[in-house]
């Protein structure tokens, strides 16, 4: 009855429960955050923001660090929720603080969000804006209440999605947004192909659109200046959309046999140099052509079949991608930072993958329905 009302929040004791309603509710601008300051969560309406008034209160009163975990299955609304969790726990600093440094630093916190949705997240069977990766971010809070700065952690970064996506599935955004929200200039630079579905690593299940989460063109600005307020020049931006290009284009090399012999040849060496070239190295031919074994007294290289050279390539493309996210993860740390040292009390936010039961889980998609259950537990 609450849910066909639009109340999709309840209490059981302190534990909120939450009920995706699949759209945006009117129930989370300043006006409706000014209900639940001072109230102990007894006398709060069921919401988020009586959850972060909760730990707030006790933050200040106790000066011992709380934690809110945000768990639930894939599509539940658990990053949404975390997004309201920092920008009512950003308001609240800055309402007993009065902005300031700490208005900054909050704000620099809530803009790491469509940085860490572009490469983290993707579209599922289930949700068109699952994260596929856990994240720890812990808000540390100044003995006058303002928000001293924020360290973020982040756990198992699912990897097979860069080579291969399921039925009715995607790759991260980030590749969709760069192939859409480029322009002229930096299209040409990247020599971005014309159609995303051009790319092997993005058009494993034919899937290439996203209805409901937004126009990949427009949520590239967004990224892109949101990375501007995270202190990321635009240098370091156009590296990281280099390495993003150069990861796609090393998808397309392909291999065959060479004259006469058993191991893997390029068919397509343009493609490779480019991938090389938007990588920053010399030519990456041999990482993929080669094994090197080291043996006492000796090394060797050992040079592989075209089954074997495809699967190096996928392996090469998984880390680099993994890399360039824990790098852009470093910069937000960075940025968001400020003042923040390990006596200082701070409001974890735990926000945990969503549990999937697909036609064939992946082991990682184990390792994520076990870390809820043990979360449950």
Known sequence: RRYMENDIYTFTGSILLAVNPYERLPIYDEKFMERFPGKPISKNEPHVFASGEEAYQRIRKDRRSQSVVVSGESGAGKTETNKYLMRYLAWRSR????????????????????????????????????????????????????????????????????????????????????????????????????????????????CTTNPGWGEDANEYKEMRSACAHVGMKPALQGEAMSVLAGVMHVGNVEFSQASGEEYAAI???????????LM???????????????????????????????????????????????????????????????????????DVFGFEIFEVNSFEQLCINFANEKLHQ
């Open 267 to 277: 068919q397509n060496e343009a493609k490779m140099h480019l991938a090389s070239k």
């Open 95 to 206: 309402v007993d603080k009065g902005g300031g440094v700490a208005g900054d630093l909050a704000t620099a916190i809530l803009q790491s969000n469509p940085i860490l949705e572009a490469f983290g997240n993707a579209k599922t069977g289930r949700n068109n804006n699952s994260s596929r990766f856990g994240k720890f971010i812990r808000i540390y809070f100044d003995p006058k209440g303002g928000v001293g700065g924020a360290v973020m952690a982040t756990y198992l970064l699912e990897k097979s999605r860069v080579v291969f996506q399921g039925p009715n599935e995607r790759n991260y955004h980030a590749f969709y947004m760069l192939q859409a929200g480029a322009d002229g200039n930096e299209r040409s630079a990247l020599e971005l192909e014309r159609a995303i579905d051009k790319y092997s690593f993005c058009n494993q299940s034919g």
């Open 280 to 350: 920053g190295c010399e030519d990456m031919a041999p990482l993929l052509l080669l094994r090197t074994m080291k043996v006492p007294g000796a090394v060797y290289n050992i040079q592989l079949t075209p089954p074997q050279a495809q699967a190096a390539r996928n392996a090469f493309g998984k880390q680099v991608y993994c890399l360039l996210f824990d790098w852009i993860v470093t910069r937000i740390n960075d940025s968001i930072r400020g003042n923040a040292a390990d006596a200082m009390p701070f409001i974890g936010l735990l």
